[in-house]
């Protein structure tokens, strides 16, 4: 089977497993047991991978908060700045395109008596579709703003925001600003200086690291952030999330982040490379597919792609998504159909976008990883192309 659905999580890399390994069964001890050398050990990996990652970022170390993964650290940020006694008000800022476990938070403060403003975003049929105008931040900023949320990446389309922008205008009217940086983190260079964020989320499940572990970088240089504890006990990570640090856990996002670090320009390159050929097959040998989302050679104003460069999201028209889903056999992707299976509405991103509910259920998203070879495209863009045509037939 071919798995090319590397948007929702990717196969844990044998480095990394090598590397965690030690801390289930020799190095067991806990980070916060004092006085023996097991906890000690336990301490200074935790300690390490905390350092290794910040330099990773271009962040300091006790700047890296870990958590349970970037619904946590979304979490953490939003609801912890909202929360925080001395804010500048109850008004927040975001995007109609943003994750879930961004959206959902600030649904949650809505009902609770915050205001949330969502931008829009280019839409379908631009060649920049997707793409977040700084100019729409700007716009929707107050006096009461108390915090902007805004994706590095998207989950489903790719399109690479233009953080470095936004951040100068939140600085500028003094907001803090989070990334929900979960896609982008090991994809594409990031660095929290350059892009100058104030809270960023990423995870290791996306890239090549275990599941259930992920980290909130908080500035400290000032303007420093303050923000309310979501998760309170034993008072670890100096307060700011309290329980047992998941030492294997931080140990392999350390690592994982530091492999795709070490191989991220040959990586864009060779992913950029392998998704372009799929668009190329699959929009020759299937009669009215289009594209969703930005241009693949679209650029952003640094010179860099304005799309993942493993990203491709594609809409077949007359097509349902779930049941070409199923038609595809050993090839592990995802549709736009259905953005959860406890919703089956379809994707609200596609949606933000202009597409219409039939063409959104009518959309794949493929996504390359560090374990996909050249060869897979061939099979990929044969598989979608038979199925599609199949399902067509039978209407
Ligand atoms: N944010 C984005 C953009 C994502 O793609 C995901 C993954 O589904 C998340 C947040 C949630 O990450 P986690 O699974 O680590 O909670």
Known sequence: SIYL?????????PRVVAAMLPYFSEQYGNAGSVGHAFGEAARNAVEQSRAAI???????????????????????????????????????VS????????????????RRGYEVTLVDVESHGSPRAGWLDPQRVADALRDDTALVSVMLANNEIGVIQPL?????ICRQRGVAL??????GVGKIPVD???????????????????????????????????????ITGGGQQDGVRSGTLNVAGIVGLATALQCCVE????????????????????HTRIAGVELCGPGLDERAVGGGPLRLPGNLDVAFGDVDGEALLLAMGNLAVSSGAACSSTDPSPSHVLLSLGLTEDLARSTLRFGFGRFNVASEVEIAAETVAGAVERLRGLR
Request: hydrophobic fraction near 40%.
């Open 5 to 13: 659905d590397n948007h929702a999580t990717t196969r844990v890399d």
């Open 54 to 92: 910040a330099a990773s970022i271009g962040a300091e170390s006790e700047e890296i908060v870990f958590t349970s993964g970037a619904t946590e650290s979304n979490n953490l940020a939003i609801r912890g700045i909202a929360e925080r006694a001395k804010r500048r008000g109850n008004h927040l």
């Open 95 to 110: 995007v109609r395109t943003e994750h879930k476990a961004v959206l959902d938070p600030l649904a949650r403060l809505s």
């Open 164 to 168: 470095g922008e936004i951040a100068a």
């Open 178 to 183: 989070h990334c929900d940086a979960t896609q």
């Open 192 to 230: 929290v200086r350059e892009l100058g964020v104030d809270l960023m989320s990423f995870t290791a499940h996306k890239m090549y690291g275990p599941k259930g572990v992920g980290a909130l970088y908080m500035r400290r240089s000032r303007p420093a952030v303050r923000l309310e504890p979501q």
């Open 263 to 282: 191989e991220l320009p040959t990586e864009m390159k060779r992913l950029t490379e392998m998704r372009n050929q799929l668009w190329v097959r699959l």
